[in-house]
C-alpha cells in the first residue's frame, strides 16, 4: 500500500454509519403515523427499514412502496452531456429494492428537478426512463417537473436532478423480508454492470483529475463509458425465481454495500461469511487511483454483486439457470451461520 493517505467515502462527504443513525431516528419518527391506519385499508404491514413499505389492501394482497433517486451520478452525466442513460438508473434503483420484498413492480412516478426550462434534457432523461421502465416492466403513469434555478446547480446551466416512486404488488403471505433466512442458506450474487449508482461521491473524487473520455486498456472503453454505464435491472429474472421455488431473502447491493445484508436478519443473531470473486476492471482501477483499503471498498462498493439472494442449497441450480438465461452472471458467495454481522473474504465489516 502507497504511503499516500487513503482515500474514504466519509472522507469525500458520505459517513454511512451517520446516515445510518437518521435513518433510524427519521424512522421512528415517521412510524408514528402508523397508527392512522390500523384496521382501514392501507395499514402498515412492516416497519420502516425494508427495502420499502409495505401495506395491507385486503383481499391478502399488499402494495409495496418505494422511492429513490441517481444520486451524484447525475453529475457525472452532466459532465459527460450524456443524459439517456440516467433515466435506466433511477428507474433501476426503485424497481430492484421493491423486488427484496417479493413484489412484483407494476407502476412509476418520475420527479425532475431543473436549473431551467430545458426540453432537450428532459427528452433524454425521458428516454433512460422509458427505456428503463420496459426492462422492468412497469409503466410510468405520471410525475412532477419542477424549475428550481435557486435550489439546483449542474455544469453549463443544465443541472437537474431525478427520483422515482414505484409501487409493486405481493401477496400478503409471499412478502419476503429476511425472516425465513436459516444458518447453512445459500447466498447466491448476480453481476452488476459496473457501479450501478452508489459511491459516485467517492469515485468522482477518484477520478477528478482522470480523463473521462481516454480509453483505458483494462476496461476497454473510456473511463466515462465504464462509470455512466447504466444499473442492472433484475425484474424478469427475479420474478421467474420466485414464481416456482422458495427464496428467503433478497438483497440489493446498493448504498453501504454488503453490509446492506444486515438489514435481512435486523434482531436475529445470523451472520453472512461471503466469499467475493475477483472484482471487474474498474474497482480495480478505482481501488488503485484511490488508494481505497479493502474494508472501504467492500463497504462502499457491490465489487461486481448487484443483487444478493438467501435460499436453500436446493435451489440454487434453478435460480442460478434463471439468471444466466437472462444473461446475468451469478456467483456462489457463501453461507449463512450463526452470528453476528457480514464478513467478505475474512474482513468483518459490520
Request: glycine share 14%; with cysteine; hydrophobic share 40%.
Amino acid at each position: 500500500m502507497s504511503a499516500r493517505r487513503t482515500s474514504s467515502y466519509a472522507d469525500a462527504g458520505v459517513d454511512i454509519e451517520k446516515v445510518r443513525s437518521i435513518q433510524r431516528s427519521l424512522g421512528t419518527q415517521l412510524e408514528e403515523t402508523f397508527n392512522t391506519r390500523i384496521g382501514r385499508s392501507g395499514s402498515p404491514l412492516r416497519p420502516i427499514g425494508l427495502y420499502g413499505g409495505v401495506i395491507d389492501i385486503g383481499d391478502g394482497n399488499a402494495l409495496a412502496l418505494h422511492t429513490d433517486g441517481v444520486g451524484t451520478k447525475i453529475l457525472l452525466a452532466q459532465e459527460l452531456e450524456k443524459f439517456d442513460t440516467v433515466g435506466v438508473d433511477c428507474v433501476a434503483m426503485t424497481v430492484n429494492d421493491l423486488i427484496c420484498l417479493g413484489s412484483e413492480p407494476v407502476s412509476l412516478l418520475d420527479y425532475i428537478a431543473l436549473e431551467k426550462e430545458d426540453d432537450v434534457l428532459v427528452h433524454e432523461l425521458g428516454r433512460g426512463l422509458v427505456r428503463g421502465a420496459k426492462l422492468a416492466s412497469a409503466a410510468i403513469v405520471g410525475g412532477e417537473t419542477a424549475i428550481m434555478g435557486d435550489v439546483i446547480k449542474g455544469f453549463a446551466g443544465r443541472g437537474f436532478d431525478l427520483a422515482c416512486m414505484g409501487v409493486g404488488l405481493v401477496k400478503k403471505d409471499r412478502i419476503i423480508d429476511g425472516s425465513a433466512i436459516v444458518p447453512g442458506d445459500s447466498i447466491l450474487g448476480v453481476k452488476s454492470s459496473g457501479l450501478h449508482s452508489n459511491g459516485y461521491t467517492l469515485a468522482r473524487k477518484v477520478f477528478k483529475r482522470y480523463p473521462l473520455k481516454k480509453r483505458v486498456e483494462e476496461l476497454g472503453c473510456t473511463l466515462g463509458e465504464a462509470l455512466i454505464a447504466p444499473t442492472s435491472i433484475y425484474v424478469k429474472e427475479t420474478m421467474d425465481v420466485l414464481e416456482g421455488g422458495e427464496v428467503h431473502g433478497i438483497a440489493h447491493v446498493t448504498g453501504g454495500s454488503f453490509t446492506k445484508l444486515i438489514r435481512l436478519t435486523e434482531g436475529r443473531k445470523l451472520s453472512f461469511n461471503i466469499r467475493l470473486p475477483p472484482p471487474p476492471g474498474l474497482f480495480h482501477l478505482l481501488q488503485r487511483v484511490g488508494h481505497i483499503s479493502d474494508r472501504e471498498m467492500w463497504s462502499t462498493f457491490n465489487m461486481g454483486v448487484g443483487l444478493c439472494l438467501c435460499l436453500p442449497e436446493s435451489e440454487l441450480g434453478r435460480v442460478i439457470r434463471i439468471y444466466e438465461k437472462g444473461g446475468f452472471e451469478t456467483f456462489d458467495l457463501g453461507r449463512v451461520e450463526k452470528g453476528t454481522g457480514v464478513t467478505v473474504n475474512n474482513l468483518r465489516l459490520i
